[in-house]
């Protein structure tokens, strides 16, 4: 009985040890096939470099009407020892070959010394394309012109250094035109740096430099302008446009030159209002059912005291059944009664609500211990509260949803 036990013992031992074996060979088989490559069934076709270009040229009329031209991507003589497996349908298989044979005799050309090398696909050449500047092709609808320029400040001088580059697509009064720029920094308006006139062009190139003296204390408080003249035969100067630039959103430093365009506006010809004016865009978007206003510049402003302690703001206010909903200020800018802003700001206001709502906008005048003042301001709303410009602003703004209608509004004091 003890020998069968023992008999019985040494076979079950011998069984589990064959099963153990069966086991880790197909795991090991089963994790070989995942981290090797999968072997073609298809028959491999050999080629080369020089082929592959022969190939090319017989069949280029053939090529352009089926694909977009591509740039061969090979495989140097030095790497022919390594299996490279389709990519694509179109492309082809190498085998291995001895990476020391010769490449075949054949005409030179200016890929011959990439004969002999394995052809692995293509290299589309529009997907690596840099896009086009179409700052000088794609103009706007009615555009009366676009400059180009350059700012750059330098600390240690205090000097804000301009460069005036170029204008293209002037629109003067006659046939010819011989434009030049003036330049001020604003709020001084007394004083202003000239360009050269460049004779009988509507795309002068200037490529000038100017320099401003300011502090960096100050520098965020001023505004470039841009005036674009012509000289008629008669020395006339008849103003084709401007271009107002707020430096207080820029990084200026030495080491940051930043080049800039914008498109020529037409300046407001009609003299200031009584308390003045303020210009400001509208846009609603219908699908987020939001309201934007974009406060530009004001002008005119009747300051009650005109000193660099004097702070002049706007306060944008949402309305709704002339019940405040919710309010939003500018930076108070010091001394200026023509100021500017370019600020944005939104407003949640539903699709619904838009009969009833009414933005108000206020220019205050702020002085250092004492009460705010009112210069003025202007209510634009649907016809329960507005009339005139300030309706057809809102209107214009409901009719051209997602677009900025921008407007001048004289301001009054009335409640």
């Given at each position: ?47 080369n470099a020089n082929d592959f270009f022969q190939d090319q040229a017989n069949s280029e009329t053939q090529l352009k009407s089926t694909r977009s031209r591509s ?32 490449p075949p005799s054949g005409p030179r050309s200016s890929f011959h010394s990439l004969a002999g090398a394995y052809v692995v696909g293509t290299i589309n050449p ?290």
């Amino acid at each position: 009985e003890q020998a069968v036990a023992a008999a019985g013992g040494i076979i079950g031992g011998i069984l589990l040890f064959v099963l153990l074996g069966i086991t880790a060979y197909l795991l090991w088989k089963k994790f070989y096939h995942l981290f090797s490559y999968e072997k073609l069934i298809n028959p491999v076709k050999i080629t080369n470099a020089n082929d592959f270009f022969q190939d090319q040229a017989n069949s280029e009329t053939q090529l352009k009407s089926t694909r977009s031209r591509s740039v061969p991507f090979i495989i140097p003589p030095t790497l022919h020892g390594r299996d490279w497996m389709h990519l694509t349908n179109e492309e082809q298989v190498q085998e291995d070959r001895d990476p020391y044979m010769s490449p075949p005799s054949g005409p030179r050309s200016s890929f011959h010394s990439l004969a002999g090398a394995y052809v692995v696909g293509t290299i589309n050449p529009d997907l690596y394309k840099v896009p086009e500047d179409k700052s000088e092709t794609d103009f706007p609808d009615g555009s009366i012109g676009r400059l180009w320029f350059s700012i750059e400040y330098e600390q240690e001088s205090e000097r804000l250094l301009v460069s005036l580059i170029k204008v293209r697509k002037l629109q003067p009064p006659a046939d010819s035109c011989s434009p030049f720029v003036k330049i001020y920094l604003l709020p001084d308006e007394r004083s202003y740096l000239q360009s050269k006139t460049k004779r009988k062009t509507l795309n002068p190139q200037f490529d000038e430099n100017f320099v401003f003296q300011v502090s960096s204390k100050m520098l965020l408080q001023r505004t470039l302008k841009f005036l674009v003249y012509h000289v008629d035969k008669q020395k006339k100067h008849h103003l084709l446009g401007q271009v107002i630039f707020p430096l207080k959103n820029e990084a200026l430093t030495e080491d940051n030159k930043l080049v800039i365009w914008r498109d020529l506006e037409k300046e407001n010809l009609e003299p200031p209002s009584e308390h003045g004016d303020i210009q400001f865009s509208l846009s609603y978007n219908d699908y987020l059912g939001r309201l934007t206003v974009v406060v530009l510049r004001a002008r005119g402003l009747k300051l009650q005291e005109e000193s660099p302690a004097v702070g002049v703001y706007v306060k944008v206010s949402l309305m709704n059944h002339n019940k405040f909903i919710k309010s939003k200020k500018t930076a108070a800018l010091l001394g200026t009664p023509n100021p500017v802003y370019n600020e944005t700001f939104s407003f949640k206001a539903d699709q619904t609500e838009l009969d009833t709502a009414s933005m108000c906008l206020s220019v205050l005048q702020s002085n250092k211990g004492e009460k705010t003042l009112l210069l003025g301001r202007v209510v634009v709303g649907p016809f329960m509260y507005t009339r005139g410009k300030e309706l057809e602003h809102w209107n214009e703004m409901i009719s051209k949803p997602k677009e900025l209608v921008k407007r001048w509004h004289a301001l009054c004091h009335s409640t």
